[in-house]
């Protein structure tokens, strides 16, 4: 396959950076880290997963039968084959449930948030045990307040007629962060749902499984409640080691909407590093078992796509190792989202570039170009999640790095950065690691998402995927666009 052809190919297989949330997920571009098998299970209540990770990728694949069947015969979770999963909420999937505007309202009411998941969970697991003339939100709760023995009833029953039937149903959660535009109430409702999941958790065949942001849950209010120990000790976290990057990556290619470019591309693979594949009965390519955790044969055909080297020597960086690296925060995690990113527009940048010596999909300097293109996106999503994020980069713009404390310090209060968070924090409150007196302590909440590091010798780094958008410079590093 040549060079032009892979590049091609990863041009019109891979998401665009402006749609790479919003496009909807093929069924051959599901890939199935064995590290989420936990995700899926029914056991698990709390799935915790920054933006990017998967999390509504995983609802979604929940709630679509054919993808539900997929993931439970791929996974060996047999339970999941005769699950019914309903939404009980998500932005992104329709439902039966409440809206941010219903759910804002009902909380002025006074109505407490973990009575209004429990009435969500009734209407959407007995709904024949409500009168049909309830039709407000606020009327049903009432109603299941007034009715309490009746509706426990009801819901033993039901849970009896699953066992005996071996079936379940699933409510799952999604996008938590979106259920109001006060933040003081988003904490109150997912507070509420994780007691009313823990609630849930007496019945064997009733199911519950919130995608939850890990800094949403590591709030002390959210976590604020009797027996919360015992729902957040069965939380299991998104991650996405290297090799499942790269099979990611790989079923793009094997399944684009170009069938003759795609089985080009999986003789391609199978030719140069022995890439297997398994046809699936929907027509869906994936890596065979015995390849697919085969790190050698996958770092092969990545070196056919875009060579060994960064540069001419060893030294310049190993492009398999090189990219994830320079995708992931400060703690090593690395989104599958901003790795695909990368790609695509190293893809379009390769296209504008001459090479030295033998022609590859992807020029070394177009790899950095993606880098660069992902640190955008990725600034523009926590933008979106912390406001106050703008206002603590921008003053940073031309700080070489790793730089002294001091040095970063001292251009926050030139800036008056500290005075303008305390001033305009809403609607989401600043860490409660920032102290109104210490421009320093912000250090410490950019360090507790990921966003920047403590070196040894007491000097802070930026990774990349922050740097390069926010303009920080780096001798040796990508340079700043």
């Known amino acids: ?61 929940l709630v679509d039968d054919t993808r539900r069947q997929l993931i439970g015969k791929t996974f060996q979770q047999e ?20 809206t941010p505007k219903d759910l804002a309202r009902l909380v002025q009411d006074g109505l407490s948030p973990d009575a209004i998941w429990y009435a969500v969970m009734v209407h959407l697991i007995v709904p024949e045990s409500l009168p049909g003339n309830l ?30 039937k071996k079936q379940c149903i699933l409510i799952a959660f999604d996008g938590l ?29 009733l199911r519950t499984k919130a995608f939850i942001r890990p800094d949403m849950l590591a709030s002390p209010e959210v976590r604020q409640f009797p027996d919360a120990s015992k729902l957040l000790s069965l939380a299991v976290k998104l991650e996405w080691e290297a ?40 027509g869906v390519f994936v890596l065979t078992q015995a390849v697919r955790h085969d790190e050698n044969r996958q770092e092969q055909l990545f070196h056919q796509i875009a060579g060994e080297n960064l540069g001419r020597g060893k030294k310049s960086g190993n492009t398999w190792t090189w990219l994830p690296k320079h995708l992931s925060d400060a703690h090593g995690y690395t989104s599958p989202r901003s790795f695909l990113v990368a790609l695509r527009f190293a893809a379009v940048d390769s296209n504008k570039r001459k090479f030295a010596g033998k022609e590859f999909a992807l020029h070394t300097s177009s790899l950095k170009s993606g880098v660069s293109e992902a640190s955008k996106v990725r600034r523009h999503e926590l933008e979106e999640n912390f406001p106050w994020i703008g206002d603590v980069l921008k003053p940073l713009k031309g700080l070489g790095l790793p730089a002294r404390k001091q ?3 001292i251009k926050w209060k030139k800036a008056e950065t500290l005075s303008s ?30 966003l920047c590091r403590l070196l040894s010798d007491g000097r802070i780094d930026f ?3 922050v740097r390069v958008d926010a303009g920080m410079t780096r001798k040796g590093g990508i340079p700043v666009r």
Request: charged content about 25%; aromatic content about 8%; some cysteine.
């Open 1 to 61: 396959m040549k060079a032009t052809e892979l590049r091609h190919l990863l041009e019109a297989a891979l998401p665009e950076a402006a749609h790479a949330e919003q496009s909807d997920l093929q069924l051959g571009h599901m890939y199935l880290p064995a590290g989420h098998i936990k995700a899926v299970a029914l056991s698990r209540p709390v799935v915790v997963g920054d933006r990017g990770s998967g999390k509504s990728f995983w609802l979604k694949s």
């Open 79 to 98: 339970e999941l084959l005769s699950c019914e999963v309903k939404t009980g909420f998500s932005p992104d999937v329709d439902g039966d449930y409440p």
């Open 135 to 164: 039709v407000f939100w606020k009327d049903r709760i009432s109603w299941i307040q007034e009715q309490s023995e009746t509706v426990t009833a009801k819901l033993r029953a039901k849970n009896a007629e699953l066992h005996a």
């Open 177 to 205: 962060d979106r259920l109001s535009p006060s933040w003081r109430d988003t904490v109150a409702l997912v507070r509420g749902l994780l007691q009313t999941q823990l609630e849930f958790g007496r019945y064997s065949q």
């Open 243 to 282: 090799i499942d990057l790269y099979g990611l990556l790989w079923q793009y290619l094997a399944n684009s909407s170009i069938p003759s470019q795609s089985a080009a591309f999986r003789k391609f693979a199978d030719k140069v590093a022995k890439l297997s594949w398994d046809e699936g009965s929907n």
């Open 407 to 409: 040095d970063v310090v």
């Open 421 to 450: 968070l305390l001033a305009h924090h809403e609607p989401v409150p600043l860490p409660e690691a920032i102290k109104e007196t210490d421009p320093a302590s912000i250090l410490a909440a950019l360090e507790q998402l990921g």
């Open 463 to 465: 990774p990349d995927i």
